[in-house]
Structure formats: C-alpha cells, structure tokens
C-alpha cells in the first residue's frame, strides 16, 4: 500500500512538473531552462512535498521491516547459543 502511495505521488508530480515546465517555457521562449524549471517547481511545490512524504513513509516502512528481520537474527543466534549450552554439544 505505502509503495503504490509513493508510485502515485510520484507520477502525480512527474506529471505536473512537466505540465508545467512547457507552460513555462511556452509563456516566453526566452526564458532559460534553469528559470523554467524554477518556475515548474514552484507550481507543483506541493506534489513535490507529497512525493517526498510518501518515499519518506516508504522508507520508514522498509528499514522497519529490516530491523524486525535483524532482530529475528539475533534472536535465532541467541537461541543456538542457549541450545549449545542447554544440551552440551
């Protein structure tokens, strides 16, 4: 659910950047890209903040589930220590 939020975040924002990189660019020719993409940014500023919220959420989620699988690890270790003693391999 969190990476289909994040898909659509981005591809929101993709689209309205680009949307709006062409109208920028459109409403004077001479304009520079660096300008354009400026402008672009500023239209779409709350997208972008949307887009990285959700890759933050998704982030979050996958470095959860990489601590709970370290932790699973460290316990199956502590458990075949407890068993070598417990049994006197």
Do not use: Q, W
């Amino acid at each position: 659910m969190r990476a289909r939020a994040a898909a659509e975040a981005e591809h929101a924002y993709k689209v309205a950047y680009a949307k709006a990189l062409l109208v920028a660019k459109a409403e004077d020719p001479k304009r520079s890209v660096v300008v354009c993409e400026a402008v672009a940014t500023l239209e779409c500023d709350e997208l972008l903040r949307s887009r990285l919220f959700a890759d933050a959420v998704l982030d979050a989620a996958k470095e959860a589930g990489r601590n709970a699988r370290a932790e699973g690890d460290n316990l199956r270790s502590i458990n075949a220590n407890h068993r070598a003693l417990v049994v006197g391999s």
